[in-house]
Each structure stands twice: as structure tokens, then as C-alpha cells.
């Protein structure tokens, strides 16, 4: 049974970092393209960044660049997202999923994506 898991949200104040993990298990991470989203709420999901099983490039959403960064360690089948100068509007749940249908990544598009985890809160505010 394939299944990922989120951790690392938190509250915290706005110029913070957080580090988000996306732990998978039941296939082999290698094989495939991982990536992030977020929900805030009232709004649809937002695909926020991914990483590529093919070559290991990757992809920021706009409102990201310059400050998140997301890496992957296959040996440990985590995937991982470093968030850095935390704005208020950042806050949202925060979901990782395999590309089902690409080794590359070229943008978060949702519905390339299953295997949800249940997300991991992130909340900055002052």
C-alpha cells in the first residue's frame, strides 16, 4: 500500500523557515516525480513546487520562487520542502504526491498527481 506522510508544519512568525518531509512507502521514490501543494482556506488547491524523478530539476510556483526549496533523498524516500522567509499568506495545509503521469517535472499540476498524504499545517502569523 503506497502512502505518504507530511510533517515538520507549525506555527510560526512571518521571516521564519520551516522544513516540511514528505516520507513515502510502498514504492521505490526513484521512479518517481514527487511534488508539493497547498490549501489555504476558502481556496483551491496550489501546486507550490516539484522535483523531478528523471534528473532531479524542478519547478516553483510564482509566488514561491526565490525562497522555497525542495530537494529529495531517495535512500530515505523523503522528500523534502525548505521554506524560508515565511509570508502570512504561506499559511495553508501542505500535501505531497506522486506524478502518476511523468518523470519530469515541468509544473504542479494537480491532476497528474495521486497518492495524497493527510498535509501538515503551516501557519505564520505573528
Known amino acids: 500500500q503506497v502512502q505518504f506522510v507530511e510533517s515538520g508544519g507549525g506555527l510560526v512568525q512571518p521571516g521564519s523557515s520551516l522544513r516540511l518531509s514528505c516520507t513515502a512507502s510502498g514504492l521505490t521514490l526513484d521512479d518517481y516525480t514527487i511534488g508539493w501543494f497547498r490549501q489555504a482556506p476558502g481556496k483551491e488547491r496550489e501546486g507550490v513546487s516539484c522535483v523531478s524523478a528523471a534528473d532531479h530539476s524542478t519547478y516553483y510556483g510564482n509566488s514561491v520562487k526565490g525562497r522555497f526549496y525542495i530537494s529529495r533523498d531517495n535512500a530515505e524516500s523523503t522528500v523534502y520542502l525548505q521554506m524560508n522567509s515565511l509570508k502570512p499568506e504561506d499559511t495553508a495545509v501542505y500535501f505531497c504526491?506522486?506524478?502518476?503521469?511523468?518523470?519530469?517535472?515541468?509544473?504542479?499540476?494537480?491532476?497528474?498527481?495521486?497518492?495524497w498524504g493527510q498535509g501538515t499545517q503551516v501557519t505564520v502569523a505573528s
Open positions: 504526491a506522486a506524478n502518476l503521469m511523468s518523470r519530469l517535472c515541468t509544473g504542479a499540476r494537480e491532476y497528474e498527481y495521486d497518492y
